[in-house]
């Protein structure tokens, strides 16, 4: 099946960019999605498509996929950025859906 | 708005089951394909299964698959899991999504509805 790695944390300074990877085998070639779930609460869509960003999510919130890696990348980042981030992609092979094992981002 | 408001959950021993519910609103129900995701206390996101917009095309996690039925009323805009021989690995909120396009992202989630397999 296909699996999906994450960092399991990443830590930055307000203000500062925060990457967070999801590697898979020959990601490239698919759609990547990524959500932010805060605690106790549901996740979030922040990223479709690799690089579109819903309505009413900020700028700041950028995404890139090529090769065996996507990446999500926050920039001048803020508390309220402390969160879980997941990527997600549809595995037609399988007719799976799958997410990543998700990373923490501290906000220092 | 879009809502989806899950319900069912609770504690049940292993073995037993259990049926989740979804109720949808604020959308066009059965215009849409619709999700059942989970997490476990402490761990990821994992997807547990797919129901196209008319119940015609169902797909499962492997983890799940011979176990647990996804199944849907569109007249009553509302989303099930059956979930049969209930293990402790099951354990973990449940939460339905609605599907933005085609095999595209989750774009609205429910709050989740907690589950415990335990004795």
């Known amino acids: 099946s296909y699996v999906l790695t994450q960092p399991a944390s990443v830590s930055v300074a307000p203000g500062k960019t925060a990457r967070i990877s999801c590697g898979g085998d020959?990601?490239?070639?698919?759609?990547v999605h990524w959500y932010q779930q805060r605690p106790g609460q549901a996740p979030v869509l922040v990223i479709s498509y690799d690089t579109d960003r819903p309505s009413g999510i900020p700028e700041r919130f950028s995404g890139s996929n090529s090769g065996d890696t996507a990446t999500l990348t926050i920039s001048r980042v803020e508390a309220a950025d402390e969160a879980d981030y997941s990527c997600q992609v549809w595995d037609s092979g399988s007719d799976h859906y799958v997410f990543g094992t998700g990373t923490k981002v501290t906000v220092l | 708005q879009v809502q989806l408001v899950e319900s069912g959950g609770g504690v049940v021993p292993p073995g037993r089951s259990l049926r989740l519910s979804c109720v949808a609103s604020g959308f066009t129900f059965s215009s849409y394909s619709i999700h059942w995701a989970r997490q476990a206390p402490g761990k990821g996101l994992e997807w547990v299964a797919l129901?196209?917009?008319?119940?015609?095309?169902?797909f499962y996690a492997d983890s799940v698959r011979g176990r647990f039925t996804i199944s849907r009323d569109n007249s009553k805009n509302t989303l099930y899991l059956q979930m049969n021989s209930l293990r402790g690995e099951d354990t973990a909120i449940y939460f339905c999504?609605?599907?933005?396009?085609?095999?595209?992202?989750?774009?609205?989630w429910g709050q989740g509805t907690l589950v415990t397999v335990s004795s």
């Open positions: 020959n990601i490239g070639s698919k759609s």
């Open positions: 129901i196209s917009y008319d119940g015609g095309n169902k």
């Open positions: 999504a609605r599907e933005s396009y085609s095999y595209g992202p989750f774009d609205s």
